[in-house]
């Protein structure tokens, strides 16, 4: 049973579209937007790059895959710093300092760690000033696609290609959307969410 109903869902897309058209919106540059993207879907297949993904517990964590390859678990924090430098029209031409950044843990994985998770996290620098805030709004950041990883298993059993698919949907801009923090609920409801893909679909230059 629907116990929602027709017409609050509606009105809750309307919310949707009345976002999407609304001034108030941030836009982003859609050449740095393709230039992220292509960035991301080139990280997912170079073996050498570690896969990121989303999961509740182990954050800062390293672990080897059965494949051999490495994957780090972090939390939104790697999702909000690629939007952050989407904001800041930031690209990289390649990998190679990606790759530098990460060895020498520039690149923030984790709001926060205890003491405790510090001795077994790897990677340690949090997300401090590259949090989507200025001295005007605060911002959540929202997936379209979902992105916790969710799965029972150990992340050195799962299959190799659904770590990628789940790094490509978490990291890529082109699965992001922002909504002030004050209506940021919004983003976890399916039907405000459709309108915002909609967005993605027909513009691109806009999230």
């Not at 027709?6 to 058209?21: A, C, M, T, V, Y």
């Not at 959307?177 to 409801?189: H, N, Q, R, S, T």
């Amino acid at each position: 049973m629907d116990y929602v109903g027709i017409e609050i869902r509606n009105k809750i897309k309307e919310l949707g579209r009345l976002w999407k058209s609304s001034e108030n919106r941030l836009n982003v540059s859609i050449d740095v937007l393709n230039s992220w993207d292509k960035l991301i879907s080139k990280w997912a297949q170079y073996e050498s790059m570690p896969l990121i993904i989303r999961k509740g517990s182990c954050r800062g964590q390293e672990f080897t895959h059965s494949s051999g390859r490495k994957v780090i678990v972090s939390d939104n924090t790697f999702a909000l710093w690629v939007y952050r430098n989407v904001i800041d029209g930031k690209t990289y031409d390649g990998l190679q300092t990606l790759k530098e950044m990460l060895d020498s843990n520039e690149i923030p994985m984790v709001y926060a760690l205890t003491k405790e998770d510090k001795k077994k996290a790897k990677y340690t620098k949090i997300l401090g000033k590259e949090a989507l805030s200025d001295t005007e709004a605060k911002w959540k950041l929202c997936h379209i696609e979902p992105v916790g990883l969710n799965s029972r298993k150990n992340i050195e059993d799962m299959d190799i290609n659904e770590l990628i698919m789940y790094f490509k949907r978490y990291a890529s801009p082109m699965n992001m959307f922002l909504l002030p923090k004050e209506i940021g609920g919004l983003g976890e409801i399916q039907e405000f969410i459709d309108e915002q893909r909609l967005t993605n679909l027909e513009a691109g230059s806009e999230i």
